[in-house]
């Protein structure tokens, strides 16, 4: 059941991601993400169906990455980084809605007043749920995790992640060499890191931290 209450996140949020990602690219004087069909508003043209399981799987995966090419822009540097850090902060805003309105829509109940680690033990015992209301929780708990999780993710510096664009973009050329050399073994590792539940390590007590800050705002 876990499964279904994120599927809506697992599927939209690198969905949105990789066109955010093609509008800010395009808005900076780029052709391709037009050219190549990628600021339609079609959600499959931004799938990946490996990155979607992966986040159901493992609560991290991405999009199909949206091809762009920064030598159209008139500062490269400075388009680079609204190119890839602006869909990060659009994944980590939409987290943070989602857990205001999870919050908001908990006002006056003992879960709201008990914070939000008791709201979090409450939804995990009432996977089956039935109540239209506590299946919108759920689906907007999941829709927040996954958000923000993607967010953190994206400031690991292996490709297709944002970070190792940016990083590319200002470093020297032998930098990039290795960097664009050592590719595919980064890629490897990342995935075995992924799937051994290393990162989830890492970044889940961080994005845990982050929507209890929230939470705490909020209640």
């Not at 994944?91 to 999870?102: D, E, K, R, S």
């Amino acid at each position: 059941m876990r499964y279904i209450y994120m599927l809506p996140a697992a599927f939209l949020a690198p969905v949105i991601h990789e066109l955010v990602k093609a509008i800010c690219s395009t808005l900076q004087g780029d052709p391709i993400p037009r050219n190549t069909g990628r600021l339609s508003l079609n959600p499959f043209k931004h799938f990946d169906p490996i990155g979607f399981l992966f986040i159901l799987l493992f609560g991290y995966g991405w999009g199909n990455p949206a091809p762009t090419a920064a030598l159209h822009y008139k500062n490269r540097q400075r388009g680079v980084l609204v190119t890839y850090l602006v869909p990060v902060l659009v994944n980590l805003v939409l987290g943070i809605g989602a857990v205001i309105v999870v919050a908001l829509m908990t006002t006056g109940t003992n879960l709201q007043a008990d914070g939000y680690f008791a709201f979090w033990l409450y939804i995990r015992s009432h996977v089956f749920a039935s109540d239209p209301y506590l299946i919108t929780m759920l689906v907007l708990s999941h829709f927040a995790f996954v958000n923000i999780s993607l967010a953190l993710f994206n400031i690991i510096p292996v490709f297709p992640l944002a970070a190792n664009k940016i990083l590319l973009q200002f470093s020297r050329p032998d930098t990039i060499a290795k960097l664009n050399h050592y590719e595919k073994p980064m890629q490897i590792i990342l995935l075995l890191l992924l799937a051994f539940g290393l990162i989830s390590q890492v970044f889940g007590p961080l994005a845990m931290h982050i929507v209890r800050l929230v939470w705490g705002v909020v209640a």
